[in-house]
T-cell receptor, first 113, second 114 residues
Framework: LAKTTQPISMDSYEGQEVNITCSHN???????ITWYQQFPSQGPRFIIQ???TKVTNEVASLFIPADRKSSTLSLPRVSLSDTAVYYCLVGDDYGGATNKLIFGTGTLLAVQP | SAVISQKPSRDICQRGTSLTIQCQVDSQVTMMFWYRQQPGQSLTLIATANQGSEATYESGFVIDKFPISRPNLTFSTLTVSNLSPEDSSIYLC???????????FGPGTRLTVL
C-alpha cells in the first residue's frame, strides 16, 4: 500500500491561496490520488480526485507531476470555514475494483482572520 | 453522491457491553468499509464489509471483537463487543457507489465507554 507524507499543520490567512503538498513515492500504476476534508466530529468530505496532470473543480485544484510521486492540493482564497484537517490518500487497487483507502496523519490547516 | 446515515449518532456505554452501529445508504453501493477514529487521531480501516459473506479484516482487528454484517447492497452493521474505555472512538462507514471510484463517508458514530 502506498504511504503518504504531508505536513502536520499549516497556517494561513483569509483570502490567501493555500497549497498543501503530499508525497507518495510508492504510488502504484493503478492508484488514484484523493483528497478529503474533515471538520471536527464529522466524517471526511470528498474534495477532489485525480490520476495525473491537473484536475479542477468548484472547490479546489489538484496538481500531479508526471512522475506522480507527489501531489499538491490548491485551495483558492481560503476563508475561516476552511479550517479543517486535509487528508491525501492513494488507493490500493484490487484488480480494477475500487480502492481501499489508508489514511495518513493529515494536515491541519488553520485559517486566521 | 450517495446519502449515508449512521445510527446511533452517539452513545455512552458501560464496560463489558456491546454496541451495534448501523450504516444505511440511499442507493446501491459496491463496497462498504468501516473505520475507527480515536480521539485526535487519523482514521484507521477496520474492515471491508462484503455483501453476503464474511467481512475482510485489517491487521489488528478480529471478527470476535468487531463482527460485521452486510445483508444487502445498502445496509451494514458493525458491532463493537466487550467494550472497554479504549474503544471510545468515532466509528465511520464509507461506501463506493455503483459505477463510481470514490469513497464517501457517513457522519460517524461517537462512542464513549465508561
Amino acid at each position: 500500500l502506498a504511504k503518504t507524507t504531508q505536513p502536520i499543520s499549516m497556517d494561513s490567512y483569509e483570502g490567501q491561496e493555500v497549497n498543501i503538498t503530499c508525497s507518495h513515492n510508492n504510488i502504484a500504476t493503478n492508484d488514484y490520488i484523493t483528497w478529503y476534508q474533515q471538520f471536527p466530529s464529522q466524517g471526511p468530505r470528498f474534495i477532489i480526485q485525480g490520476y495525473k496532470t491537473k484536475v479542477t473543480n468548484e472547490v479546489a485544484s489538484l496538481f500531479i507531476p508526471a512522475d506522480r510521486k507527489s501531489s499538491t492540493l490548491s485551495l483558492p482564497r481560503v476563508s475561516l470555514s476552511d479550517t479543517a484537517v486535509y487528508y491525501c490518500l492513494v488507493g490500493d487497487d484490487y484488480g480494477g475494483a475500487t480502492n481501499k483507502l489508508i489514511f495518513g496523519t493529515g494536515t491541519l490547516l488553520a485559517v486566521q482572520p | 453522491s450517495a446519502v449515508i446515515s449512521q445510527k446511533p449518532s452517539r452513545d455512552i456505554c458501560q464496560r463489558g457491553t456491546s454496541l451495534t452501529i448501523q450504516c444505511q445508504v440511499d442507493s446501491q453501493v459496491t463496497m462498504m468499509f468501516w473505520y475507527r477514529q480515536q480521539p485526535g487521531q487519523s482514521l484507521t480501516l477496520i474492515a471491508t464489509a462484503n455483501q453476503g459473506s464474511e467481512a475482510t479484516y485489517e491487521s489488528g482487528f478480529v471478527i470476535d471483537k468487531f463482527p460485521i454484517s452486510r445483508p444487502n447492497l445498502t445496509f451494514s452493521t458493525l458491532t463493537v463487543s466487550n467494550l472497554s474505555p479504549e474503544d471510545s472512538s468515532i466509528y465511520l462507514c464509507s461506501v463506493v457507489s455503483l459505477g463510481a471510484d470514490t469513497q464517501y463517508f457517513g457522519p460517524g458514530t461517537r462512542l464513549t465507554v465508561l
